[in-house]
Antibody
Framework: EVQLVESGGGLVQPGGSLRLSCAAS????????MHWVRQGPGKGLVWVSR????????SYADSVKGRFTIWRDNVKNMVYLQMNSLRAEDTGVYFC??????????WGQGTLVTASS | EIVLTQSPGTLSLSPGERATLSCRAS?????LAWYQQKPGQAPRLLIY???SRATGIPDRFSGSGSGTDFTLTISRLEPEDFAVYYC?????????FGQGTKVEI
């Protein structure tokens, strides 16, 4: 069974930092791109970042470029998102997702990030 | 960036009825997917490649369309189908979602 389990969310002041982690199991992790997708309170889904299967290439939404960094550890089957200079608009549930054919075919349950003073 | 516009915003139907959801892209895309999300849950992939059902998805869900106009059809609504539905596209290392259609009783 495929499992994606996020952790690391919490309350942080604007301007602060947080690192999210995602533990993957039940599939050949090193064969898949991995992504983070977020959802603001009562809002829709927004793609945040992706890392390709060997970690050599990454991409980011314009709204987080220069502030967030994604990477992965194919030995530990983990993917991470370092979030710096957090803003109120970064608040939401962050989902770890597995990349399919141009889509997201498996999702974790999400971890809540709140940037507020 | 390709912008996806979903319509209608809300669809009010009864169990057993047919639901037709629309997703229009600002320019042509080859990768279009549909997701279902229920309150407090993660989204679930329903359709990828515009018309291919994901693993375990009932055949009452079907996707169609190409280029800029896409449709998700639920042939006969079951009580568990009342949820929010999102379309999503991929183009040149950018993934975008529509704003969602809520299917309510």
């Amino acid at each position: 069974e495929v499992q994606l389990v996020e952790s690391g969310g919490g309350l942080v002041q604007p301007g602060g930092s947080l690192r999210l982690s995602c533990a993957a199991s039940g599939f050949s992790f090193s064969g898949y791109w991995m992504h983070w997708v977020r959802q603001g309170p009562g809002k829709g889904l927004v793609w945040v970042s992706r890392v390709d299967s060997d970690g050599s290439r990454t991409s980011y939404a314009d709204s987080v470029k220069g502030r967030f960094t994604i990477w992965r550890d194919n030995v530990k089957n983990m993917v991470y998102l370092q979030m710096n200079s957090l803003r109120a608009e970064d608040t939401g549930v962050y989902f770890c997702t597995r990349g399919g054919s141009g889509c997201f075919d498996e999702w974790g349950q999400g971890t809540l990030v709140t940037a507020s003073s | 960036e390709i912008v996806l516009t979903q319509s209608p915003g809300t669809l009010s139907l009864s169990p057993g009825e047919r639901a037709t959801l629309s997703c229009r892209a600002s320019r042509s895309t080859n990768y279009l997917a549909w997701y279902q999300q229920k309150p407090g849950q993660a989204p679930r992939l329903l359709i990828y490649g515009a018309s291919s059902r994901a693993t375990g998805i009932p055949d009452r869900f079907s996707g169609s369309g190409s280029g800029t106009d896409f449709t998700l059809t639920i042939s006969r609504l079951e009580p568990e189908d009342f949820a929010v539905y999102y379309c999503q596209q991929y183009d040149t290392s950018t993934w975008t979602f529509g704003q969602g259609t809520k299917v309510e009783i």
